[in-house]
């Protein structure tokens, strides 16, 4: 199971950190990955993480202001967002693979 938390309302320029609880595999081994969908958008690609976390990955579209992490001992994967702007708005997914579970709703406006 995946479950994504701490999403909300931010104004642009702000942060969130966004968190993905997982259980029922093996964390630790496994290379996870964030997505995000906005409103009458396709699915998009954000970040991937290794699965010891020395190596991430991102979309051009956040690099810079986005950071992926994990925390192996707790199950946990993690999205700092910094200078968050309004085309951010979107629910956003952690990935196992290809199993994903209830996103977290992500808003930036004024």
């Known amino acids: 199971q995946l479950q994504a938390s701490g999403g909300g309302l931010v104004q642009p320029g702000g942060s969130l950190r966004l968190s993905c609880a997982a259980s029922g595999f093996t964390f630790r081994r496994s290379y996870m990955r964030w997505f995000r969908q906005a409103p009458g958008k396709d699915l998009e690609w954000v970040s991937g993480i290794s699965r010891d976390g020395t190596t991430t990955l991102y979309a051009d579209s956040v690099k810079g202001r986005f950071t992926i992490s994990r925390d192996n001992a707790k199950s946990t994967l993690f999205l700092q967002m910094n200078s968050l702007k309004p085309e951010d708005t979107a629910v956003y997914y952690c990935?196992?693979?290809?199993?994903r579970g209830q996103g977290t709703q992500v808003t930036v406006s004024s």
């Open positions: 990935y196992y693979l290809d199993s």
